[in-house]
C-alpha cells in the first residue's frame, strides 16, 4: 500500500510541476532527482523501484522550487508545511512553560 501511495504522490507532483512550468515529466524527472525515466516509468505503470532516498529527494525537490502560481496537489504532504507546523507548535509550548 506505500508504495502505491508513493508513486502516486510523486506522480501528481511530478504531472503539476511539468504542467506549470510547461515542461515534460521526464524533464521533471532529471530536475527533481537526475533521472528522466523515473516518472515517465511510473506513469506507464511498469515495475519502477526506487528508494525513500529518492522519493524525499523528489518532494524535497518540488517543495523547494514549486511554482508560485501552482497549488500544491491535494492528499500530498507537502514537508516545509510540516516543519512550519511544527515549529508553531514547539513555539506554542515554550510560551506555555514560561507563563
Known amino acids: 500500500m506505500l508504495e502505491i501511495k508513493t508513486k502516486a504522490?510523486?506522480?501528481a507532483l511530478a504531472t503539476a510541476y511539468a504542467a506549470a512550468e510547461g515542461?515534460?515529466?521526464?524533464?521533471?524527472?532529471?530536475?527533481?532527482?537526475?533521472?528522466g525515466t523515473l516518472f515517465v516509468r511510473i506513469q506507464q505503470?511498469?515495475?519502477?523501484s526506487f528508494t525513500v532516498r529518492k522519493f524525499d529527494e523528489a518532494v524535497k525537490f518540488?517543495?523547494?522550487?514549486?511554482p508560485?502560481?501552482?497549488?500544491?496537489?491535494k492528499g500530498v504532504a507537502r514537508p516545509s508545511r510540516v516543519r512550519k507546523?511544527?515549529?508553531?507548535?514547539?513555539?506554542?509550548?515554550r510560551r506555555a512553560r514560561a507563563a
Open 45 to 48: 505503470g511498469h515495475d519502477s
Open 68 to 73: 508560485a502560481c501552482t497549488p500544491w496537489p
Open 23 to 35: 515542461i515534460s515529466i521526464s524533464t521533471a524527472g532529471v530536475r527533481a532527482t537526475g533521472d
Open 9 to 11: 504522490d510523486l506522480l
Open 85 to 93: 507546523s511544527k515549529t508553531r507548535e514547539a513555539a506554542r509550548l
Open 62 to 66: 518540488f517543495d523547494e522550487n514549486w
